[in-house]
Structure formats: structure tokens, C-alpha cells
């Protein structure tokens, strides 16, 4: 099943409870879900997941917004 998506979606950072790693056609590691407080589920294809999910999770954690010098 092949599943492609032009729409574009915006998440509160304070609405999000999980984000995970998920593989594509359950092959390729190349995607994130995020899950919000209303139970919600977003799947998206990324680039660079593990920077993508560690900023998210820092975020989450600390506050903090992203690092403008660091490049992902």
C-alpha cells in the first residue's frame, strides 16, 4: 500500500505525548509517529529521523525551542 500526502498538517508541540521511530512499507527506517493528547496519530516520511525525534523530545522535555546553529 502506497500512501502519499500533499496536506499539510500542524501539531502543537504541547499536544504531543509520543513520538516513534516506524518504518515505511515496514521496510524502510525512514519515518515518525506522533501521537497528541486527543489520541490523535500523524505518520510522516523524514529525513534524519533520530535528529528529528531527539529536537521534538527536547522540546517536550525542556522547553526549549530549536537550536538555530544546529543543522538537521
Known amino acids: 500500500m502506497i500512501n502519499i500526502q500533499t496536506d499539510s498538517v500542524e501539531i502543537d ?3 504531543i ?3 516513534e521511530k516506524r ?3 515496514g521496510l524502510v527506517p525512514n519515518g515518525i509517529k506522533i501521537t497528541n493528547r486527543y489520541g490523535s496519530e500523524f ?3 523524514v ?3 533520530a535528529q528529528l ?3 521534538i523530545n527536547q522540546y517536550r522535555t525542556f522547553g526549549m525551542s530549536p537550536d538555530s546553529s544546529r543543522t538537521y
Do not use: C, H, P, Q
Open 43 to 45: 505518520k510522516f516520511v
Open 23 to 25: 518504518n515505511t512499507m
Open 47 to 49: 529525513y534524519k529521523r
Open 17 to 19: 505525548i509520543g513520538v
Open 13 to 15: 508541540m504541547a499536544d
Open 53 to 55: 525525534i531527539e529536537l
